[in-house]
């Protein structure tokens, strides 16, 4: 297992395990009052159940294109004194630079709110909308981003 800390501002973890699982983890480094904001994901594979379940919904051509070598953004979130100010955006950029991966998604609610305007202003583009999880009564936004090597 190979760790890596780069310290800046916005503090990152990235783990790559064994067998190529890459694990990533941003933070904003100074949490004094009254807070800060965080970022993590994982690399998307098959027979885990967030990649399975998206992949039904996108169908074998889709699936192939943006599943292959996927990271997946998982959460994204800043303390609400603190929004406002771009720990989002960077935080998001954070995360997704260097990246051994091709493409990233994510899944947000399918309502209007300022992480989803952030997606859309950092180049993410739906690709399934109003999409149902099994079990979960509201709906869906699933979003990709191509992702460029060594930058978001």
């Known amino acids: 297992m190979k760790v890596m800390r780069i310290p800046r501002l916005l503090e990152k973890i990235l783990v790559i395990t064994s067998t190529g699982q890459v694990f990533a983890a941003c933070w904003r480094a100074r949490f004094r009052a009254p807070g800060g904001g965080f ?90 909308e109003n999409f149902y999880f099994p079990g979960v009564g509201d709906p869906y936004l699933v979003m990709g981003l191509e992702l460029k090597s060594g930058a978001a």
Do not use: K
């Open 39 to 128: 970022v993590y994901g994982c690399t998307s594979r098959a027979g885990q159940w967030w990649y399975d379940v998206v992949a039904a919904g996108l169908g074998p051509e889709q699936s192939t294109r943006w599943l292959n070598s996927a990271f997946e953004m998982i959460e994204l979130a800043v303390m609400p004194p603190m929004q406002g100010q771009g720990i989002g955006g960077r935080l998001h950029d954070r995360l997704l630079v260097g990246l051994p991966h091709s493409t990233a998604l994510l899944s947000t609610m399918q309502v209007e709110t300022s992480a989803q305007r952030l997606y859309y202003q950092r180049g993410w583009t739906p690709l399934l």
